[in-house]
């Protein structure tokens, strides 16, 4: 039998067969000779502590053995699953097998970082110099195993190889673990720490300094729950409770362990209202850079086929551009430095935060050519029978009319429109009852938002809640008013890499399609005779993608394909599918689809999943 050679064990060997005799009472004679009776017993009793002795050593080298198993089984290999009807699809047209490989990419983040220099104010060259000093000695390390470099076809790119995934060895956190919420275990897979906010549930008993095994938490399906509340225990009974709740089958996370990290923060400590930096990344499954924070202004971290689309737009200094859909500004601010701050770029979104956070990303790098509106994309082209000057004036009256009842509301009194006798139902939430102002708790929580920018250095947004948290508004622009118009249009994001869940109905799928064209049937009318419209996406699904660009050759015979540079993707997809409607979805033609560029994360490239086309306009 082999022994169990753990400390506590060996104690319990030593106790067992070391423990001395009790000692004779006094007063009374030793015998001579033992009765053969006195033996036999005495026999018996040596049996059977012998067996309890071996029964407690196999039973520490069972509980050994377990906890191996368990080290050796803690790994990172999630499954991916679909929603049916879309794995179908995607089988039909990308093949079983291929779906199985783009399926295990986006689990795993890519290992190349890109960072696009700011080139109006250094130089590749000079940031590749510079950028080890200001790194952490472990990015650093890492850039010396694997040193940086200059795109070959992207001379403002340069590229920080990573490397992975790695074996860690879990047995050094001697059984402690926290689990992340699955959106900050997707940010540490791409070079984060741990911050509090991201923690799930913890070990019991992790003092600041110990090392812990850091795993990721998934929803329940087809829910945003997870099988734990926030600030679970593991291995409590509150833990037990809920899992039993759950049917009693405990989630596994054998297959979702990323690194091992060192605790910054007492177990009590993580779930308080201290926050802040809870457990910093000291071995990772995935090893790559996490420099965002370094060198502002000089550069930023930006997808390689994000920026890709800029250069295959192709912007020229002095022309004007439209950004439909831009936040949070990267393709914007890239489009403007190829046209080294000369013309006019306009960038468009939806709510006045993004549009803001546009306009700061440009201020940051010093673009002074961009102009950020709040602006939904469907309605960007103006009225017909309105002048662009018209336009504007009713559209800022409108939200002068707001920001006016935001007031009101602020100071506690009801809309003018109210005490006015408007119409029933002005005035009044998405519920139906009447809006009311931000809550105590509500602006504490903002100033607590702000105080925590502040600390990192970083401008505050402005509040929401007050009017100078406006952005610009417009009313459109006429037809024909741009040189370049980029589309990077709101898609299903099914290409976005480390992704651990893909909830996405098939339905789904299709409606963001179908937004899709309304925003591409602005922009056709909005580029001039002559001009080039991109549109790109961050999905592999074909229908945002080949069966769109079908949509548009198809209805606006006056749009043709044109050849991109650079090219580093792959080309589209060809032939048709079938849909669960009875209806057939046609892609592209084998002409066609050698004149875009498909970007499969589980190629070579290691990229996230994207696509690009590209159109001109016939004069």
């Known amino acids: 039998m082999r022994l169990c050679l753990e400390p506590a064990c060996l104690t319990l060997r030593a106790a067992v067969r070391c423990a001395p005799r009790a000692p004779a009472r006094a007063g009374r004679k030793p015998s001579a000779l033992p009765s053969s009776a006195t033996q036999a017993a005495g026999m018996a009793k040596t049996?059977?502590?012998?067996?309890?002795?071996?029964?407690?050593?196999?039973?520490c080298a069972a509980e050994q053995q377990q906890q191996q198993q368990q080290q050796q089984q803690r790994t990172y290999a999630p499954e991916i699953s679909w929603d049916p009807e879309v794995q179908a699809y995607l089988e039909a047209m990308l093949g079983a097998a291929q779906l199985r490989r783009i399926s295990d990419a986006l689990a795993r983040p890519p290992l190349a970082t890109c960072l696009r220099v700011n080139t109006l104010r250094t130089t590749p060259q000079d940031l590749l110099r510079r950028l080890p000093a200001h790194l952490t000695r472990e990015d650093a390390a890492l850039l010396e195993q694997n040193p940086a470099y200059v795109h070959p076809l992207l001379p403002d790119a340069i590229i920080l190889p990573g490397s992975g995934p790695h074996a860690i060895d879990y047995s050094r956190a001697e059984g402690r673990e926290v689990v992340l919420g699955r959106k900050a275990g997707e940010s540490v897979m791409r070079g984060a720490h741990v911050f509090a906010p991201g923690l799930l549930a913890v070990s019991a008993g992790i003092n600041a300094g110990d090392l812990v095994a850091v795993s990721v938490g998934l929803e329940l399906p087809g829910t945003d729950r997870y099988p734990y509340t926030r600030g679970t225990v593991l291995g409590s009974e509150h833990e037990a409770k809920q899992i039993a709740a759950l049917?009693?089958?405990?989630?596994?996370?054998?297959?979702?362990?990323?690194?091992?990290?060192?605790?910054?923060?007492?177990?009590?400590?993580?779930f308080g209202e201290k926050g802040g930096l809870a457990i910093t990344m000291q071995e990772r499954v995935f090893r790559t850079p996490g420099c965002g924070d370094v060198l502002p202004g000089e550069f930023m971290l930006q997808n390689l086929c994000s920026l890709v689309t800029a250069h295959v737009l192709d912007p020229q200094p002095g022309s004007r551009v439209l950004d439909m859909c831009a936040a949070p500004g990267g393709k914007t601010t890239a489009i403007a430095q190829l046209m080294h701050d000369q013309g006019e770029v306009i960038a468009f979104d939806r709510s006045?935060?993004?549009?803001?956070?546009?306009?700061?990303?440009?201020?940051?790098f010093g673009l002074t050519c961009i102009k950020a509106y709040k602006m939904?994309?469907?309605?960007?082209?103006?009225?017909?029978?309105?002048?662009?000057?018209?336009?504007?004036q009713q559209e800022q009256g409108q939200a002068a009319a707001g920001e006016e009842q935001q007031r009101e509301q602020l100071a506690g009194q009801p809309p003018a429109a109210a005490q006015a006798g408007a119409t029933p139902g002005a005035g009044r939430g998405r519920r139906g009852g009447a809006t009311q102002p931000p809550s105590e708790a509500t602006l504490r929580r903002l100033e607590r938002i702000a105080a925590a920018k502040r600390a990192r250095g970083l401008v505050p947004a402005p509040s929401p809640h007050v009017p100078e948290g406006k952005e610009a508004v417009v009313a459109g622009f006429p037809p024909n008013s741009f040189d370049y118009v980029l589309c990077d249009a709101p898609c299903s994001a099914l290409g976005l890499r480390p992704r651990l869940v893909h909830r996405q109905t098939l339905r789904e799928l299709q409606s963001t399609a179908e937004y899709q064209r309304k925003i591409l049937a602005a922009a056709v009318q909005l580029v001039k005779p002559g001009g080039a419209l991109v549109f790109s996406?961050?999905?592999?699904?074909?229908?945002?993608?080949?069966?769109?660009?079908?949509?548009?050759?198809?209805?606006?015979?006056?749009?043709?394909?044109?050849?991109?540079?650079?090219?580093?993707?792959?080309?589209?997809?060809?032939?048709?599918v079938g849909l669960p409607d009875g209806t057939t979805q046609q892609l592209l033609t084998e002409a066609e689809a050698a004149l875009v560029q498909r970007f499969d994360p589980s190629a070579k490239l290691d990229t996230i999943g994207f696509f690009i086309s590209k159109f001109q306009k016939a004069p």
């Open 352 to 364: 006045h935060s993004k549009a803001a956070e546009v306009r700061r990303l440009a201020e940051s």
């Open 537 to 576: 996406t961050c999905s592999i699904n074909p229908g945002e993608n080949e069966a769109n660009v079908r949509w548009l050759l198809d209805t606006y015979s006056f749009l043709r394909l044109v050849q991109q540079s650079p090219r580093l993707g792959q080309p589209g997809l060809t032939g048709s």
């Open 376 to 392: 939904d994309a469907t309605k960007a082209v103006l009225q017909q029978g309105l002048t662009a000057d018209e336009g504007q």
């Open 247 to 270: 049917g009693g089958a405990a989630p596994d996370r054998s297959r979702l362990f990323i690194g091992l990290g060192r605790a910054e923060l007492n177990r009590t400590e993580f």
């Open 47 to 59: 049996a059977e502590g012998k067996q309890l002795e071996d029964a407690q050593l196999l039973h």
